[in-house]
């Protein structure tokens, strides 16, 4: 990626998630991660996961790919994410981590490339503003979940919101994200408690799910597992088709070039 080293070399050392947090994946795991990506979408055989298996391999030191499928360039712009993160959020106080399920969004196995996650976040942007959270700054990812028994896939996002009360909240998850047949509780409210390992969490570039695990002495638990081949292909394809950047969300702040800056507030 153009100008990566210069970005890098502006975090500064005290919002470094390399620094700061505990098991943040190393170069060598998302080094990793790309070349299992690249042999299951070569494995999936069709053009188009043949067209992003290629994308993924030719990605190099100095000629980075930037895209989202790529375990690589979403490590090196999570360092950015993250860092500028810790910066405007820093230990959030005035902060919450608001998760949003976007129930009327859920798409078919079969139907998860017609996903539009650009509309998705500027309708997004569009409530907020309407809503009660307008002058609360937002900075979050875009996630999607896979359930096999449903056989649906579950958009939704994590945002950091700063400057926000629990009226204003109240307002917008009446409004928009309330309880409803499909999802008991598509908005969750979340204290920041540890924000390094919360603002981290907001975008994973990454789909896993819950498979039940049962021990030999029967005890069962939900284990993160990797997606079934099907599934793990097409959720690259659909990040595949954009930007790591792409994946951002944003309320009240913007980018320039590598920073996120607070945009004023009345
Ligand atoms: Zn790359």
Same mark, same amino acid.
Do not use: P, Q
């Given at each position: 990626m153009k100008n990566s080293k210069l970005a890098l070399s502006r975090i500064e050392e005290k919002h470094d998630v390399r620094n700061i947090m505990d098991g943040f994946e190393? =170069? #060598?795991?998302?080094?990793? *991660?790309?070349k299992i990506r690249? %042999?299951?979408?070569? %494995?999936?055989?069709?053009?188009g996961e043949k067209k992003l298996a290629s994308i993924l391999e030719n990605c190099r030191r100095n000629n980075r790919c930037d895209c989202a499928a790529c375990p690589v360039c979403a490590r090196r712009y999570r360092i950015r994410l993250i860092g500028n *993160?810790?910066?405007i959020f820093g230990r959030g106080i005035d902060t919450h981590i608001i998760n949003l399920i976007i129930h009327d969004r859920l798409v078919a196995s079969s139907r998860l490339l017609s996903l539009d996650i650009k509309q998705m976040m500027w309708r997004l942007n569009k409530q907020i503003k309407r809503s009660g959270l307008r002058d609360a700054i937002c900075v979050g990812g875009f996630e999607i979940k896979y359930c096999y028994g449903r056989k649906l896939w579950i958009p939704h996002f994590h945002l950091i919101v700063r400057g926000s009360s629990k009226a204003e909240r109240e307002k917008f998850r009446k409004r928009f994200f309330k309880e409803n047949g499909i999802i008991s509780r598509p908005m969750k409210v979340q204290k920041v408690k540890n924000p390094i390992k919360q603002y981290s969490y907001c975008l994973k570039y990454q789909a896993l799910y819950k498979k039940k695990v049962t021990t030999k002495s029967g005890i069962s638990f939900e284990k993160n597992s990797r997606l079934e081949i099907a599934e793990h292909n097409s959720y690259l394809m659909l990040i595949g088709k954009?930007? &790591? %950047? #792409?994946? &951002? =969300? %944003?309320c009240g702040a913007k980018s320039e070039g590598e920073t996120i800056r607070i945009l004023n507030k009345k």
């Open positions: 190393t =170069f #060598d795991e998302a080094n990793n *991660e790309r690249i %042999k299951m979408l070569y %494995k999936g055989g069709s053009k *993160e810790m910066r954009y930007h &790591v %950047k #792409d994946l &951002v =969300f %944003k």
